[in-house]
């Protein structure tokens, strides 16, 4: 079975702090996303990456970055958390070039910022 | 930013009812997803449609989308607890790979 992880389920964390939310998928995926998600809002994508050390903005990638230096990891960095980013975090990878490709996405991780 | 809204947003009802759940744009894409997500879980594909007025069936769950490839629909039929959770439709833009774009989903809870 695709297997998304994601490191933490839940994190609280304060104003100003750096935040990290690490993924790891096993299958291989060329892409990998971050999407944030606001109840009534849907899934909104953060940032994507086709490649290793490849990345692309999303729709709203203000306050966000995100590194991939590894094939199966793809990491999201607050570096200065504000109470605006309390939200679900939904990471996902899928193949690479499939318009129509299929998203496996991993459980979550909730944070919230005081 | 291609828009698709999901209508309704919340819907209750009771164990055996059919209900209809909607997702219509103004956009034309390529293709149509239906993702369902149980509280506590990622979301996880249900179905993909491609062609205009494709109809697919999945057990209790009907899809269909639109001729002309800007709506799509999902009907439940003998709705059942385990059908509970948010139903996301996420449509699949021309030229674009993997950029889907969500819909702002619909809640459904089926009391027993």
């Known amino acids: 079975d695709v297997k998304v992880t994601q490191s933490s389920r839940y994190l609280v964390k304060r104003t100003g702090e750096k935040v990290f939310l690490e993924c790891v998928q096993d299958?291989?995926?060329?892409?990998m996303f971050w999407y944030r998600q606001d109840p009534g809002l849907g899934l909104r994508l953060i940032y994507f990456?086709?490649?290793?050390?490849?990345?692309e903005k999303g729709d709203i990638p203000e306050g966000y970055s995100v590194s991939r230096e590894k094939k199966e990891r793809f990491s999201l960095i607050l570096e200065s958390a504000s109470t605006n980013q309390t939200s679900m975090y939904l990471c996902?990878?899928?193949?690479?070039?499939?318009?129509?490709?299929?998203?496996?996405f991993g459980e979550g991780s909730r944070l919230t910022v005081l | 930013t291609q828009l698709l809204e999901q209508s309704p947003q919340f819907l209750s009802i009771q164990e055996g009812e059919n209900l209809t759940v909607y997702c219509n744009s103004s956009?034309?894409?390529?293709?149509l997803q239906w993702y369902r997500q149980e509280p506590g879980e990622g979301p996880v594909l249900l179905v993909t449609?491609?062609?205009?007025?494709e109809v697919k069936k999945l057990k209790r769950l009907t899809f269909q989308f639109g001729d002309a490839r800007k709506d799509s629909s999902l009907h439940i039929t003998a709705a059942q607890p385990g059908d509970t959770g948010l139903y996301l439709c996420a449509g699949g833009p021309f030229g674009a790979g993997n950029m889907l774009t969500f819909g702002g989903g619909t809640r459904l809870m089926v009391k027993p």
């Open positions: 449609v491609v062609t205009g007025g």
């Open positions: 996902a990878s899928s193949w690479g070039g499939l318009a129509t490709g299929e998203l496996f």
């Open positions: 956009s034309v894409f390529s293709s």
């Open positions: 990456s086709y490649d290793v050390k490849m990345k």
């Open positions: 299958m291989d995926h060329e892409n």
